[in-house]
């Protein structure tokens, strides 16, 4: 079975300061591997997404996340973080054959003060 | 921009009532999903659906629970006898098919509450 693990519960970070947040997942198989984010009281929005190629992808906002397939990771970076960068951020893998569901992991609340 | 919307945005009701959840996939999109979010708790994946059947479901997708989609534009998920735990925040999701990498576009969510 799928399962995701975002380590980090809740991460404060001052303006400018860099970011990273941590995903590992598990599964077996050939994965696609997403961040979704959820700024205060709006729906879950997708920040990137991996499908294959360059394991370094690119994302909305200055974000970037790269697949370290060795290390069933998929963690996600900002070198610079923005008070509006406050928000759940959910790391999400589904596997690459049919229509498998999409699994979260729980979820790791940011928060930038200024 | 096309989106997700879903309705009603919050839903309070006493426990053993009836909710019907209602949703109106983006109009292209073929796969439609629940998820559900606890409070604190992480996104859960309750069902897909695909040409007017479920296509998978998850354990937490029981007897109480059923999807439907009435018409050419709304996805219902009803819980038929509501409990306590059901209380959560419910979203929708659509996605246009492509071999296991399709993005799936969320709504707002409904936040039901069970008294």
């Known amino acids: 079975a799928q399962s995701v693990s975002q380590h980090n519960h809740h991460v404060i970070l001052s303006e400018a300061a860099s970011l990273e947040l941590g995903c590992n997942y598990s599964?077996?198989?050939?994965?696609?591997l997403f961040w979704y984010v959820q700024y205060p009281g709006q729906h879950l929005q997708l920040l990137l997404k991996?499908?294959?190629?360059?394991?370094l992808v690119k994302g909305i906002k200055g974000f970037e996340a790269e697949f370290i397939k060795s290390k069933f990771s998929f963690n996600l970076r900002k070198p610079s973080v923005q008070w509006s960068d406050t928000a759940e951020y959910f790391c999400?893998?589904?596997?690459?054959?049919?229509?498998?569901?999409?699994?979260f992991g729980k979820g790791t609340r940011l928060s930038v003060i200024a | 921009e096309p989106e997700v919307t879903q309705t009603p945005s919050h839903q309070v009701t006493q426990m053993g009532q009836e909710v019907i959840l209602r949703c109106v996939p983006i109009?292209?999109?073929?796969?439609f999903y629940w998820y559900r979010q606890i409070l604190g708790q992480k996104v859960e994946f309750l069902v897909s659906?695909?040409?007017?059947?479920?296509?998978?479901k998850s354990e937490i997708f029981d007897d109480q629970f059923s999807v439907e989609r009435p018409d050419g534009s709304n996805f219902t998920l009803k819980i038929r006898s509501t409990k306590l735990e059901d209380s959560a925040m419910y979203f929708c999701?659509?996605?246009?098919?492509?071999?296991?990498?399709?993005?799936?576009?969320f709504g707002e969510g409904s936040r039901l509450t069970v008294l």
């Open positions: 999701a659509s996605s246009v098919p492509r071999q296991g990498s399709g993005e799936l576009f």
């Open positions: 599964y077996g198989g050939t994965v696609n």
């Open positions: 991996y499908f294959s190629g360059d394991p």
């Open positions: 999400a893998v589904r596997g690459n054959s049919g229509n498998t569901p999409l699994v």
């Open positions: 109009s292209n999109h073929l796969y």
């Open positions: 659906f695909y040409n007017n059947e479920i296509s998978e």
